[in-house]
């Protein structure tokens, strides 16, 4: 059980790219606006049967409400250097309007706590943003 859980709402700033683990686990990454005035990405990573769903209904644009554990991770910028970022480890989605449908859309994992492929340490979070050219997805 993990107490850093968290619901956040947004705009889809980077739409889902779907990709694969060695196991052959669908997984898919993401950004998503939280700030409308001000540009504060949060990067959203789904697994399983979340993620196809995620990659199928989710565009550019849409406004979604997402649900899930917090977590931080170590990305390395093109310089060499390394930032970390917070991100968030869906467990569910809502699709509260969008760019190319209004229509709402829940879903949630159905993945157990021995499935997880992604286990990141709780270290501290980072105040910094990050920009679009250090996300890898």
Not at 12 to 26: D, G, L, M
Not at 62 to 71: A, H, K, P, S, Y
Not at 81 to 93: G, H, M, Q
Request: glycine share 8%.
């Amino acid at each position: 059980m993990s107490l850093a859980r968290a619901t956040i709402s947004g705009t889809v700033y980077r739409a889902p790219e779907k990709r694969f683990t060695s196991n052959n686990v669908p997984i898919t990454g993401f950004t998503i606006n939280i700030n409308p005035d001000d540009e504060t990405l949060i990067r959203v990573i789904a697994k399983g049967n979340l993620a196809d769903t995620m990659v199928n209904s989710i565009n550019k644009g849409d406004t979604i409400v997402v649900e899930g554990r917090l977590q931080n991770n170590t990305v390395k910028a093109e310089d060499g250097s390394e930032k970390r970022i917070v991100e968030i480890d869906a467990s569910s989605f809502e699709k509260i309007g969008g760019s190319s449908s209004s229509t709402t859309k829940s879903v949630s994992s159905s993945m157990n706590e021995s499935e997880q492929i992604v286990k990141f340490g709780a270290d501290e979070f980072s105040e910094s943003l990050i920009g679009e050219d250090e996300i890898p997805f």
